[in-house]
């Protein structure tokens, strides 16, 4: 349920809502709109009817019913876009925001030499694996700590806020003391227990979806994070299994209306996993902002050839700045700047 409070409710109206639904033991999720304030009642409804129990308090100007699964995480909860703030990048409406690097961080020269590329080719956010997800046990697994420290070094050096990701709740703490933003990788979009523990941190958080999630698994997911009291989250759209094997996934765009239709938060789309091929990046960038992206996660490699993961679909810089420029000229036609 939502508790629609009168517009120019006192912080004491506030305070009651909430303390009534903690008496009927609801956790209460306060949003604070430009013209109304908006109270989210989380818990079992069966039995309670709230509408009766709210109702009635002069302050409480509706209750209505939210009809979907996910309750924070829908338009019906905050009708406003949320701004996700990484370090001095915003990512939400009227900008398109560019998160790019490597797919892991390989060496401080690597790293740094990509970072300063990408900061002069109008990129706003770094990102590089230290703890990489590989399919098989052999593979690189990334630099581990030694990575986070050369993330840090590039940030220093470029003066970009940089992302990683967080492989498991045993690692979080680590890469949140360096990280300006977490990535829950398509893997772990289901991982319940990784969800909430970046739910109670207070970092932003780019979810990307699970290559055999639904949008409704993909919001429920978001949801986790949502509940806990972090509501800084990016979606990622990335690919997802299907049946055709000429591209290593297959791009959905058509998640990206659906979820702005369903939910306050930002998209991302990752163009790079979501076809594995770098000839096709720029064209699915493109497509992408055209369908509403509120940013682009693109994999951009100094060498691609010579990457330890995810060379074939990985930019050069050359490449990346050919597409940046590609997009200045797109995104006024969308009502962003970049
Ligand atoms: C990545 O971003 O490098 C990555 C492993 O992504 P995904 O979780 O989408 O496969
Ligand atoms: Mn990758």
Same mark, same amino acid.
């Given at each position: 349920?939502?508790?629609?409070?009168?517009?120019?409710?006192?912080?004491?109206?506030?305070?009651?809502?909430?303390?009534?639904?903690?008496?009927?033991?609801?956790?209460?999720?306060?949003?604070?709109?430009?013209?109304?304030?908006?109270?989210?009642?989380?818990?079992?409804?069966?039995?309670?009817? *709230?509408?009766?129990?709210?109702?009635?308090?002069?302050?409480?100007?509706?209750?209505?019913?939210?009809?979907?699964?996910?309750?924070?995480?829908?338009?019906?909860? =905050?009708?406003?876009?949320?701004?996700?703030?990484?370090?001095?990048?915003?990512?939400?409406?009227?900008?398109?925001?560019?998160?790019?690097?490597?797919?892991?961080?390989?060496?401080?020269?690597?790293?740094?030499?990509?970072?300063?590329? !990408?900061?002069?080719?109008?990129?706003?956010?770094?990102?590089?694996?230290?703890?990489?997800?590989?399919?098989?046990?052999?593979?690189?697994?990334?630099?581990?700590?030694?990575?986070?420290?050369?993330?840090?070094?590039?940030?220093?050096?470029?003066?970009?806020?940089?992302?990683?990701?967080?492989?498991?709740?045993?690692?979080?703490?680590?890469?949140?003391?360096?990280?300006?933003?977490?990535?829950?990788?398509?893997?772990?979009?289901?991982?319940?227990?990784?969800?909430?523990?970046?739910? =109670?941190?207070?970092?932003?958080?780019?979810?990307?979806?699970?290559?055999?999630?639904?949008?409704?698994?993909?919001?429920?997911?978001?949801?986790?994070?949502?509940?806990?009291?972090?509501?800084? %989250?990016?979606?990622?759209?990335?690919?997802?299994?299907?049946?055709?094997?000429?591209?290593?996934?297959?791009?959905?765009?058509?998640?990206?209306?659906?979820?702005?239709? =369903?939910?306050? *938060?930002?998209?991302?789309?990752?163009?790079?996993?979501?076809?594995?091929?770098?000839?096709?990046?720029?064209?699915?960038?493109?497509?992408?902002?055209?369908?509403?992206?509120?940013?682009?996660?693109?994999?951009?490699?100094?060498?691609?050839?010579?990457?330890?993961?995810?060379?074939?679909?990985? !930019?050069?810089?050359?490449?990346?700045?050919?597409?940046?420029?590609?997009?200045?000229?797109?995104?006024?036609? %969308?009502? =962003?700047?970049?």
């Amino acid at each position: 349920m939502i508790i629609v409070l009168r517009s120019g409710s006192s912080q004491e109206d506030v305070d009651e809502v909430v303390s009534r639904l903690k008496r009927l033991g609801f956790g209460a999720h306060v949003s604070q709109g430009l013209e109304r304030t908006i109270v989210g009642a989380i818990g079992d409804e069966r039995g309670v009817n *709230l509408e009766d129990k709210l109702g009635v308090l002069p302050a409480v100007e509706k209750v209505i019913p939210v009809l979907t699964p996910y309750k924070l995480t829908s338009r019906e909860f =905050r009708e406003a876009d949320t701004v996700v703030r990484v370090g001095t990048a915003e990512i939400g409406p009227g900008r398109l925001t560019i998160i790019a690097g490597p797919c892991a961080v390989e060496s401080e020269k690597q790293i740094v030499s990509v970072a300063r590329r !990408l900061k002069d080719g109008g990129a706003q956010i770094l990102r590089g694996g230290a703890f990489k997800p590989r399919t098989s046990p052999y593979a690189f697994q990334g630099m581990g700590k030694e990575g986070l420290q050369l993330l840090a070094l590039a940030r220093e050096e470029s003066g970009l806020p940089f992302v990683t990701e967080a492989l498991g709740i045993e690692e979080l703490d680590l890469v949140a003391e360096y990280a300006d933003m977490i990535q829950i990788g398509a893997r772990n979009m289901q991982n319940f227990r990784l969800l909430e523990a970046v739910g =109670r941190l207070r970092k932003p958080v780019i979810l990307k979806r699970g290559m055999m999630s639904t949008v409704d698994e993909f919001l429920m997911s978001a949801e986790y994070v949502l509940a806990q009291g972090n509501y800084q %989250v990016l979606l990622c759209e990335r690919g997802i299994r299907t049946f055709e094997p000429s591209t290593r996934n297959t791009l959905d765009l058509s998640c990206v209306p659906l979820v702005k239709g =369903r939910s306050h *938060l930002p998209i991302a789309v990752d163009p790079s996993h979501g076809t594995g091929r770098a000839d096709l990046v720029e064209a699915m960038s493109l497509a992408a902002v055209m369908a509403g992206a509120d940013s682009l996660l693109i994999e951009v490699h100094p060498n691609p050839i010579e990457a330890l993961s995810d060379g074939p679909q990985s !930019l050069n810089p050359d490449q990346f700045l050919h597409l940046v420029q590609n997009l200045r000229s797109l995104v006024p036609l %969308v009502g =962003r700047t970049l």
